[in-house]
């Protein structure tokens, strides 16, 4: 069983497209997250969610939206899609946002190709 | 500034000799730190973790990692290397309070030579 899944696992698109990205954890998880790996492999935060509330929101651009129907997903929609915005955007979860010491768990990875 | 650091892009060893990744940190209070890998085309797997306790916290597929407060690290070792241990590892600290936001240094690949 796979504990978090994101489809799609690759996405090319054209500048100024639409679209998004799906998350589900099955873990029974409270905290799900956004995070962005650029082409040096540098990973950063862009959202978190705990209980389908927003709890972390990065300096990202308004483009980004993400949404979460409830607890087990968090789905990533990007709007106007931009070069810089190709990357591969990994989902993570983890058991509850008040304990600092919680492991993430994170999804196979989006590898997304603005051309 | 919260931050952590991976001063190393790369490490290479020869397999069956023993590897450190180092790792610093600078966060305000006691810090949280954690390890990952990720191998190629997949996502990042939790390896171990230092909350509290003994500084020389024991995690997977051998690997353990000290942690050192005077000095501010908290380095992975392995005593034997193994060629499947090449990968991307990241060292992350996990702060206190704005939502818990974890923090990932900016990677360390280790190549493993047969």
């Known amino acids: 069983d796979t504990a978090v899944s994101q489809t799609p696992k690759y996405l090319v698109t054209q500048m100024g497209n639409d679209k998004s990205i799906k998350c589900e954890q099955n873990?029974?998880?409270?905290?799900m997250y956004w995070y962005k790996q650029d082409s040096k492999k540098f990973l950063k935060i862009m959202f978190s969610?705990?209980?389908?509330?927003?709890?972390i929101n990065e300096t990202v651009p308004n483009r980004f939206s993400p949404k979460s129907p409830d607890k087990a997903h968090l789905n990533l929609h990007i709007n106007s899609l931009e070069l810089g915005d190709s990357a591969v955007y990994f989902c993570?979860?983890?058991?509850?946002?008040?304990?600092?010491?919680?492991?993430?768990?994170f999804g196979p990875g989006t590898r997304l190709t603005v051309l | 500034a919260q931050s952590v650091a991976q001063p190393e892009d790369q490490v290479n060893v020869a397999e069956g000799n023993p590897l450190t990744v180092k790792c610093t940190y600078s966060?305000?209070?006691?810090?949280?730190l954690f390890w990952y890998v990720q191998y190629p085309n997949r996502g990042l797997q939790f390896l171990l973790k230092?909350?509290?306790?003994?500084?020389l916290v024991k995690g997977s597929y051998g690997f353990e990692a000290e942690f050192n407060k005077s000095q501010t690290s908290f380095h992975l070792k392995k005593p034997s290397a193994l060629v499947s241990d090449s990968a991307l590892y990241f060292c992350?600290?996990?702060?206190?309070?704005?939502?818990?936001?974890?923090?990932f240094g900016a990677g360390t690949r280790l190549f493993v030579k047969a």
């Open positions: 993570a979860s983890s058991q509850a946002r008040t304990s600092a010491t919680d492991t993430q768990y």
């Open positions: 873990l029974g998880h409270d905290t």
């Open positions: 969610y705990n209980n389908k509330e927003l709890i």
């Open positions: 966060v305000s209070g006691n810090p949280y």
């Open positions: 230092y909350i509290t306790g003994d500084n």
């Open positions: 992350a600290v996990r702060l206190h309070t704005g939502g818990f936001k974890t923090i």
